[in-house]
């Protein structure tokens, strides 16, 4: 059973920055692209960053651009979420997740983590 565990949420202020982790567990990230969604209150989830089987192709929402890096280091089978100049905006809980599809990895994903909040106050 594959399962993905997020980690390294928290609260921060504006212009502050947090690594989030994600760890998976029941089969090597080897072959899976790998992102991260969040979903605010009473909004729907989106997508924030995807990392390419090989971490040749990468993708972000243009919100995130040029402040948030995506990375993975397949031998720990764990894949990070680097965000700086964080904002209030920003406040959600953060989803990672698991696909082998690359054309659909910005709405679609196989597995899912349970997610962590990040919060950010300005």
């Known amino acids: 059973q594959v399962q993905l565990v997020e980690s390294g949420g928290g609260l921060v202020q504006a212009g502050g920055s947090l690594r989030l982790s994600c760890t998976v567990s029941?089969?090597?990230?080897?072959?899976?692209?790998l992102g991260w969604f969040r979903q605010a209150p009473g909004k729907e989830r989106e997508f924030v960053a995807a990392?390419?089987?090989?971490?040749?192709?990468?993708n972000f929402a243009d919100s995130v651009k040029g402040r948030f890096t995506i990375s993975r280091d397949n031998a720990k089978n764990t894949m990070y979420l680097q965000m700086n100049s964080l904002k209030p905006e920003d406040t959600a809980v953060y989803y990672c997740?698991?696909?082998?599809?690359?054309?659909?990895?910005?709405?679609?994903?196989?597995?899912w983590g349970q997610g962590t909040q990040v919060t950010v106050s300005s």
């Open positions: 997740a698991a696909g082998r599809r690359w054309s659909v990895v910005t709405t679609e994903a196989e597995y």
């Open positions: 029941g089969r090597t990230i080897d072959g899976f692209h």
């Open positions: 990392n390419s089987w090989s971490g040749r192709l990468l």
